[in-house]
Structure formats: C-alpha cells, structure tokens
C-alpha cells in the first residue's frame, strides 16, 4: 500500500528560531508535536513549546512552575557534576528529586493556506497548579460540535498526567483538571460519541512490568473514564517495535466504511505513532 500522505518539500513548517521566548534570559529549544484544526476557515496549530534557560558551561539550568515567585517561575540551577542523568537531554536528577530539562507551554499559531504560520507572541495556556508544575505538553485538539477538546501531557514530580480543557473561541479557556492520573500520555479522544458514550486512546507509561501500549477506553461525560482495554502493542522488530502512542485525534472515515460500530484511525504519523511512518491501519469495535 502507498503513504497516504505526502512530505511537504518546503519542511519545516516552524523552527525554534521562529518562536519569541516567553521571557528575558530563556532561550526556545523544541517547538514540537502540535494539535491541528480548523476555526473560521483558518488553519490552527496548538503548539508546544519547550524553554529554558541560557545553559552555562558546567551547570544544569532548568524552570519549574512556583507561585510563589516572581513572575511565577522558578530558575533553579544545579552543577552538572551533582546531577544524574535518568533520560538523556531530557530528565535529571538532583540531590533525590527529579527534573526536565525545559519548561513547556501551549502556544496558538495561524495559517490561511495551511503552509505559512503567525506564531502568537506569548503563549496561550501555562501549567497551573502541582500537577503541572513541570508544564503542559504534546496537546490533541478534537472537535464536537462548536466546542474544541483539548488534552494534553500534563507534567510535574508526580509524573506524566492527561490534563483536560475546553474553548468555544480560543480565547475564553475553561479548565477540568487532571483526567487520568500518571503513568499515562498520548490521549486522543474520538470525535462524536458511540452508542451514547465518547472514546479516547491513551498510553499508560508503564516500564517495570506491561509497556507503552495503546489502551482505549470510554466516558458518559468526558470526565470520568473507564472500560480499559489494550488495544494495540509493539512488534518487536518492526518499525513500531519500541513504543506505540496515538499521535493525533482519530478521524471519522468516509462513507461507507463509517458506522457506529467501528472508527478507522492512521497508524503514523497523525493517529497512532509520531514514532515511525506507515499506511497501516487499526480499526477499533467499539460495540458489544
């Protein structure tokens, strides 16, 4: 089967460069993993954005959410030496409490073509509260009816959450707090209710015992979730051996493959796996 998609020669579409810092002395390292969608016949991206501090020569300088301090972050700043690494360039430890090495936020960027995007100049939505003290990441967009879902990582020392908010305009935001506590990332909800209940993918983080699979579940009211099922695992040696996470909201098919009873979602990179790219497909029974 052929790639149902196309890589735009012009890639890529934002770099760093192209995003201000939301403040004096940061620095942009990642502009990454947005969610897409479509509001009054623009083109939208929900970005992440991920910053941090001007690092210096021999030391680890990261952000981390606080309240309490000015500006409602604080710098904080460790020798390299007393630090170890538990996931390169990425998570640290010192002095037995862990850390990222950026701060990340969700910033809009639009588009009349779809190619060319104005990024906005600060960002759109903070971490809030302990829960998101080490930011909000990698946001899936879904839409139903006028009403825009947005779920994201939400990242603090307790781990990584699905964080939960709403819009009607992209300006007015209404916030539901933690969904599903940590171990869990990657949730993608489905766009419409089935047999009377909404469905969402997600990707418990699990490392000592099961792994990074896909799991789906259902809600009555987009709160509360239940009905666990794995759905979809590694092959080892395959391109999706190491890991698998949906990468976007599923979308609905087109007639006549589109019913009730199923729902088709890619396998990469919009759906499934921003991990690897394939046409393969996973169609999901979702009624008993």
Not at 78 to 95: K, L, N, Q
Not at 183 to 211: E, M, Q, W
Request: charged share 20%; with cysteine.
């Amino acid at each position: 089967m052929s790639d149902l998609a196309r890589r735009f020669s012009a890639n890529p579409l934002l770099r760093p460069s192209d995003i201000p810092p939301s403040r004096t002395g940061m620095e942009v390292a990642c502009v990454l993993n947005p969610g897409a969608f479509r509001y009054q016949g623009r083109t939208g991206l929900l970005l992440r954005i991920a910053e941090r501090p001007v690092q210096e020569p021999g030391w680890i300088s990261t952000p981390v959410l606080a309240p309490d301090k000015e500006g409602g972050i604080d710098l904080v700043r460790f020798p390299e030496a007393e630090c170890t690494w538990i996931e390169a360039a990425r998570i640290f430890a010192h002095a037995g409490r862990s850390y990222l090495t950026t701060l990340s936020h969700l910033r809009l960027a639009w588009s009349d073509d779809g190619v060319s995007f104005t990024v906005d100049a600060k960002p759109t939505l903070t971490g809030e509260g302990p829960w998101e003290s080490f930011g909000i990441e990698d946001c899936r967009v879904t839409q139903i009816g006028d009403t825009y879902h947005l779920h994201f990582t939400a990242v603090s020392d307790a781990g990584f959450g699905i964080g939960y908010i709403s819009t009607h305009d992209w300006k007015t935001f209404e916030r539901h707090g933690v969904i599903l506590p940590p171990p869990n990332k990657d949730f993608a909800l489905f766009p419409g209710k089935i047999d009377g209940n909404f469905y969402a993918l997600h990707r418990p983080t699990h490392h000592s015992l099961g792994g990074p699979y896909i799991w789906i579940s259902r809600s009555p009211d987009l709160l509360h979730w239940g009905d666990h099922h794995c759905v979809a695992r590694p092959r080892p040696g395959a391109w999706d051996g190491l890991k698998l996470g949906a990468g976007a909201a599923p979308i609905r098919p087109p007639p006549p493959t589109s019913s009730p009873a199923s729902w088709a979602t890619s396998s990469s990179p919009m759906a499934m796996s921003s991990r690897a790219t394939s046409s393969r497909y996973i169609t999901v029974p979702l009624t008993r």
